[in-house]
């Protein structure tokens, strides 16, 4: 996975400088990237420019189709700073804003969510949350993220000390590897 990164940040890396500047989907897409390569410093000026784009007046009529997006990412930074309550509202406008095609950011928001029910001690949602994760990925044939999605579900039931139920879902998880 690491590989795909650094492929893509190449060929992102030739991208002349006012494209980007100007493109709010260049700057979420090196957003993205970076978070994921858990790298925020350098996430930082993307996600200052998508600030600014997303601020001015006409931004809710010329980013439409980014805003659901922009939710989840700011959902998934709000997690990162330990501000859950903010994270869980936000990733819950993202998954009411997303469109169903947008398969990945709504597998990564649904993740961010479980994230947030868990650290609420809020495990019935938690693990709903993490279901919706499984069945997202399940559908678009993405495993990894589907078994990602069940070990976290299974962190979420021990954690309430469901130690019955987190074997169901370490099987799961096995027959699906």
């Not at 060929?11 to 493109?23: D, G, M, R, T």
């Not at 600030?51 to 931004?59: G, K, N, R, T, V």
């Not at 501000?83 to 936000?90: G, L, W």
């Amino acid at each position: 996975l690491k590989a795909y990164f650094k492929t893509i940040e190449d060929w992102l890396a030739v991208i002349p400088f006012p494209y980007i500047q100007e493109s709010a989907r260049l700057n979420m897409t090196f957003a993205w990237m970076f978070l994921m390569r858990r790298d925020p410093r350098r996430a930082g000026p993307y996600l200052e420019r998508l600030q600014i784009l997303f601020a001015s007046p006409e931004a809710g009529e010329k980013y439409a189709e980014l805003q659901g997006e922009w939710l989840a990412l700011q959902s998934i930074l709000l997690g990162a700073q330990g501000k859950v309550t903010e994270s869980r509202e936000a990733a819950e406008q993202a998954l009411n804003s997303l469109p169903e095609d947008q398969v990945q950011v709504r597998i990564m928001t649904y993740m961010g969510l479980a994230n947030a029910y868990r650290q609420l001690l809020d495990y019935d949602r938690a693990t709903q949350a993490a279901e919706a994760m499984i069945v997202e990925s399940h559908r678009a044939g993405d495993m990894a993220s589907e078994i990602f999605g069940l070990s976290f579900q299974g962190l979420i039931v021990l954690q309430e000390g469901k130690l019955h139920s987190a074997c169901e879902v370490a099987s799961r998880g096995l027959r699906l590897a």
